[in-house]
Structures are given as C-alpha cells and as structure tokens.
C-alpha cells in the first residue's frame, strides 16, 4: 500500500486531494493545525488519520510524522493562509506568518521528509502553488511573493533531490471556488466577472486541482519533475484577449 501525507488537509483544496488521493489506493494522514477539522475530513476517507500539525514548527512535524507511522510516497504541501491588504497596509507579523506557513513551512515539512523518502528508495512531493505567484493581485500582502518563492524552491528541491529519486513538481490553481476563496466566490458580483474572464467560462473546482496533484504523482508522469503545472482554466494566457479591438 502507498502512503500519502496532504498538509492543510482540512481545507477545501486539502480534502479534496486527501480524497482522490484515497480513492487511488494511498492511505492518507490529513495534517492539520485543527485537528478537530482534520478529523472531519480524516471521518469521511476510508483508513486515513487525522494529525495536528504545525508546519512552522519542526518539532510538530516531526511528532505528527511520529504518529502518523509511515514514511509517504507522496507528500502534498498545500498549507497556506492569507493575510489580505495592500503592501503599506500589512504589518510584519502578517507578512512573515504567510511567508513561514506558504514557503517556508513546505520546506519545513519536506527537509524532513525528504531524507525518509531517500532510504525508502524515493518518492514524489508535490508543492500547491498559484497563478499569484506568476501575477500578483493587489490586496494580497505578501502571498504572491510566497507563492513565486515556493514555485522556485519547487525547482531546486527537484534538482538536488532527484539524485535522491525523488521527483518534486508543484501545481498552480487558478480561479478555484474552494477553500480560502470560497468566501470571494460568496459575492455573485465577483463569482460572475470572475467565471467570464476565464476562457472555459467556469470556476475551477477543488476536484480539478485534486486530479492534477494526483496526474503529477502517478507512473504517467514519472519524467517531469521541476515543473509548475498551471490549472487555472488558461486565464494566465488570456490578457491580450481581455483588450479590446476595432
């Protein structure tokens, strides 16, 4: 049997993988910093654990892959938060909170896995990025610049620790009515501007993430490694479309 850690794995993204990821045959810890939340989702996936984690802190990483008792194949970092407001608005304690949980917490929580992954003969971590680390959004403080960070360190674990066997990709989620956004995607204002600057004309759902993260982890993509995977329904590609013409 495989094993699969997803950190977040009480939010809207996290379920949603920590789901698919059991409906392919992984068994799965859902770490969580809410453990009760943890629990809810770990309540509805067949043999998977729910453990508190606290992806800043390296002794919590460490007890929570204590408790959970395996050494993954597959490691998600998809813990993250966000602090919104413009760059002058935000206060330090913000800026560096949504850069120690988005960047440096996947380091966190890699660094320890990585070497577990080595002895075992390798492994597949798969960082969740977004479309924000390639264009940033006014009012989003500093999780842009965490986001393009965690994308470049994608790149790096992935050429240091190939050696290792163990390949190292990220996915980038574009509009998705999940999780952290769901309350934006609340005003139907927003949800219908938004859903027509898409190309497909739909918001992207926690599901279509889910399945990226789990292409990415599987046999059929077992030569890519270093790469950011946009899914965001090609908006990243659509800005000469948004402009008008004669």
């Not at 067949?46 to 992806?55: E, H, M, T």
């Not at 994608?154 to 240091?160: A, F, G, N």
């Not at 609340?186 to 279509?208: F, H, I, M, Q, Y």
């Not at 046999?219 to 995977?229: K, P, Q, R, V």
Request: aromatic share 6%; hydrophobic share 45%; charged share 15%.
């Amino acid at each position: 049997m495989k094993h699969a850690i997803v950190t977040g794995g009480a939010g809207g993204l996290g379920a949603a993988i920590s789901t698919h990821a059991a409906s392919l045959g992984y068994k799965v810890g859902v770490f969580d910093f809410d453990q009760a939340a943890a629990q809810k989702v770990a309540d509805e996936i067949d043999g998977a654990k729910a453990i508190a984690c606290d992806v800043t802190d390296p002794a919590s990483i460490r007890a929570a892959l204590e408790a959970f008792g395996e050494t993954p194949d597959l490691l998600v970092n998809n813990a993250g938060i966000v602090r919104f407001g413009s760059l002058l608005e935000q206060t330090p304690d913000d800026f560096s909170a949504v850069v120690n949980v988005n960047l440096i917490g996947a380091y966190n929580v890699s660094r320890e896995i990585a070497p577990q992954m080595e002895q075992k003969g390798g492994g597949t971590i798969i960082n969740i990025t977004s479309i924000n680390g390639r264009s940033p959004a006014t009012g989003s403080g500093a999780y842009a610049a965490a986001k393009a960070g965690l994308a470049m360190l994608t790149q790096q674990m992935s050429i240091e620790w190939g050696p290792l066997g163990i390949r190292v990709n990220a996915v980038a989620p574009g509009f998705i009515d999940s999780g952290m956004s769901a309350p934006i995607y609340a005003n139907a204002k927003v949800r219908k501007s938004r859903s027509e600057t898409v190309p497909l004309k739909r918001l992207g759902l926690a599901e279509d993430i889910a399945k990226a993260v789990m292409f990415l982890a599987s046999d059929e993509a077992n030569y890519i490694s270093g790469h950011n995977l946009i899914v965001d329904g090609g908006v990243t590609n659509s800005v000469l479309a948004q402009l008008p013409r004669d």
